[in-house]
């Protein structure tokens, strides 16, 4: 079965800091993508998946993602962060039926 | 359209007592999902759901069942519930297999 792991737990960083969140998943072949975030007391929210083609995925709030297939990664990235990125992000895959979800990285802007 | 709606939003159980969480989704989605969330553990998914009737497992299933009468609803129940299940509950419902999810607010039970 897929899994993924997200590297760093927490993460603190100053407005306007640049932001990449590692992410890499089990094992190769087709593989689904998604980055989820969850703000403070909110639920999740989808913020872009990759299921084929451009491998660099943009989303909402200026986030995007690259895949990789060759480092089994899908790491997310924002070119300036603002204290309202603030939250909890959360990695993801499609394993069968299932979506397996990372331990998630938990983002500090400081203003 | 409300989305996926979860009740009680807040719930203190004692050892040993029961209790049924609600999900309920009026997206007309077929698959919906249970899901438990602890702090640096990510998201476990506890048993979902393809369609009325039809339920299965996740990773964390001991301890919780389901059952999916109509297509909206999808109730959790804890049977005798342990200081182990002190956790924030999510249900999530997607339209076709488990790609794009849509996440209720969330449950935040606790048992003492």
């Known amino acids: 079965a897929q899994s993924v792991s997200q590297h760093n737990h927490h993460v603190i960083l100053s407005e306007a800091a640049s932001l990449e969140l590692g992410c890499n998943y089990s094992?190769?072949?087709?593989?689904?993508l998604f980055w989820y975030v969850q703000y403070p007391g909110q639920h999740l929210q989808l913020l872009l998946k990759?299921?084929?083609?451009?491998?660099l995925v943009k989303g909402i709030k200026g986030f995007e993602a690259e895949f990789i297939k060759s480092k089994f990664s899908f790491n997310l990235r924002k070119p300036s962060v603002q204290w309202s990125d603030t939250a909890e992000y959360f990695c993801?895959?499609?394993?069968?039926?299932?979506?397996?979800f990372g331990a998630g990285t938990i983002l500090r802007v400081k203003s | 359209n409300a989305g996926v709606t979860q009740t009680p939003k807040f719930r203190i159980l004692k050892i040993g007592q029961s209790m049924t969480l609600q999900c309920t989704q009026d997206?007309?989605?077929?698959?919906m999902y249970w899901y438990r969330q602890d702090p640096g553990m990510g998201l476990k998914l506890i048993y979902y759901?393809?369609?009325?009737?039809?339920?299965d497992k996740g990773e964390v299933p001991n301890g919780y069942n389901v059952s999916r009468s109509t297509t909206e609803d999808f109730p959790l129940r804890l049977e005798l519930a342990a200081p182990s299940q002190t956790s924030v509950y999510f249900c999530?419902?997607?339209?076709?297999?488990?790609?794009?999810?849509?996440f209720g607010p969330g449950t935040r039970l606790t048992v003492l």
């Open positions: 999530a419902s997607s339209y076709s297999g488990p790609n794009e999810q849509f």
């Open positions: 094992y190769g072949g087709t593989v689904n």
């Open positions: 990759y299921f084929s083609g451009d491998p």
């Open positions: 993801a895959v499609i394993s069968g039926n299932k979506l397996v």
């Open positions: 997206m007309n989605h077929n698959y």
């Open positions: 759901s393809v369609g009325a009737g039809i339920t």
